[in-house]
């Protein structure tokens, strides 16, 4: 009888203990996907749940906090920087691209002007031609 109080008593602590554990991963979960104003009730809930706990209890789910929510801001920080590297990269791509549009210009414009230095060189050629050929 007294075995099988201890056996009950263990299997309470520990579903107890497992209970705790999943409520502490829920409420850490939640307040990784809060906004800052819901994050700060969910954080004190959280503070009064660790209040009820024991000393093992509470620093084992405050380092548990800290390790997702650090998670959470490498994954925000890791996400920034990557927004900046592509924006900088497409920035790159649209200087090269304008680069190569005014080359294009002005490629053309020198082309331009060698035509037209080609047709007044012909036309004083044209004019410079012995009149004998005329009728």
Request: proline share 1%; glycine share 2%.
């Amino acid at each position: 009888m007294k075995t099988r109080r201890i056996a009950l008593l263990f299997l309470t602590l520990t579903a107890s203990l497992l209970a705790d554990a999943t409520s502490v991963d829920q409420q850490i979960a939640a307040m990784k996907q809060a906004t800052p104003q819901e994050r700060v009730k969910l954080m004190n809930q959280f503070k009064q749940k660790l209040s009820s706990m024991n000393a093992q209890e509470r620093e084992k789910s405050i380092t548990q906090l800290r390790q997702e929510m650090q998670e959470k801001h490498t994954e925000h920080h890791q996400t920034q920087e990557h927004s900046q590297h592509t924006e900088a990269q497409r920035d790159q791509m649209q200087q090269s691209e304008h680069m190569q549009r005014m080359e294009q210009m002005q490629q053309r414009h020198e082309g331009e002007q060698q035509m037209q230095e080609m047709k007044q060189d012909m036309g004083e050629m044209e004019n410079n031609l012995p009149r004998q050929f005329e009728h």
